[in-house]
């Protein structure tokens, strides 16, 4: 099953690669001990190399997600696992399966009721509590971990959102007319800190609000045991969250390849279709210890290529990831396709592979590998969406 066509997308050329100077003030576990990052792809245009999974992971597991027929997996935007459960969210809806992929349910479901939703704009596990808690427009639905209904919370803001410990954090594309761009809350709707709008300006769209996300489009990421922001695509700023203020942790130095106002979606659409593919937008940045992990994408484009770059923290360098014939991380453990993360958690560099995508690029040479070639006679292109997990070092 071919998945929906996604409104930002990417860059066209081979040309664009992330290398960098920092300043020199990382630890030895390359941990930012001062000034922040920067990561420059104005000076840094002329490295690439592949890089190998062995050097991160020590296994990789492909997870095959087993549904009733009327269900459809695909598109996934967050992946949890907990307490030897899976929980990720397809299509708007919020679903649980067990490690080995077998179907447990639907938490919650779409309507206008009590324990129902528009959609899943996010949600979260309280492990304390002992519940789940689903964003929706407005409000915090939670569940028990079983997926039975409890009750639900008014929120003030309708923005993605992300819980840190006891703090709600709300993300909102600008738009060039809004004070903030990030805002936390407590339970009851104290506004605990704020992230300044810095591009305050008036739109040329006649009252009309557009807005243009890629399908990669992480605002959020945890490292550390520490939440971080990145924000939208035109955003080169990566924030730590913290209470009263969040602090800079790295800056993403886009140079001339940074979309200017005046051809934002939200400035101008008309500016936007015209200009927009000359210019480069970050959607997702994830890290670990060594490593940030940069997906980057064309503002405006009708040819679909997606371009991956690591920066290394201890080396202070930064390539584009490619083996010479398919971007992102090449896997020497099962050689099965390129991987690349959509998120990091402690035990865990986990991503997703569109069934017809994973057959289509498992050629003859796979068939050597007996895992791979196994897995792949598992499915059909219209199977579900695989989840890949790779365990760390």
Sequence with gaps: MKSLLFVSVLLACNIL????????????????????????????????????????????????????????????????????????????????????????????????????????????????????????RNKIIYYSLRGDFLYD????????WEKSDSVFWGASNPMGIMKTQLIALNSINDTLASLKNYDIYKNLNGGNLFGVVSKLFRPFYRFNGKQYYKGYEDNDTIWQLTIPNPTIHAIIEMGTYKLPIESRVEYSKINFDKNAHKYVGIPCVLEDKHLFYISSEARNSKKISTLYHIYDKISNNGYLVTDGITQGITDDILHGPSFWPMDIDDQYYIGTVEAYDFIEKIDKLHEKHVEISKIAKQINENSNQLLILCRKI
């Design 17 to 136: 690669y992330v290398n960098c100077a920092q300043k020199s003030t990382n630890n030895k576990n390359g941990e930012n001990t001062d000034e922040p990052y920067r990561i420059s792809y104005k000076k840094c245009l002329e490295s690439e190399k592949p890089y190998f999974l062995s050097k991160i992971v020590d296994t990789i597991e492909y997870i095959i997600l087993k549904t009733p027929p009327k269900i459809i997996i695909t598109s996934i935007k967050k992946i949890i696992l907990h307490d030897g459960v899976i929980y990720l969210t397809s299509k708007g809806i919020l679903y649980q399966f067990t490690r080995d992929g077998n179907y447990i349910g639907q938490i919650g479901r779409k309507g206008k009721g009590p324990g129902e939703y528009n959609s899943v704009i996010g949600f979260f596990i309280d492990s304390n509590k002992k519940v789940i808690g689903i964003f929706a």
């Design 153 to 160: 919370t008014y929120l003030q803001y309708s923005q993605i």
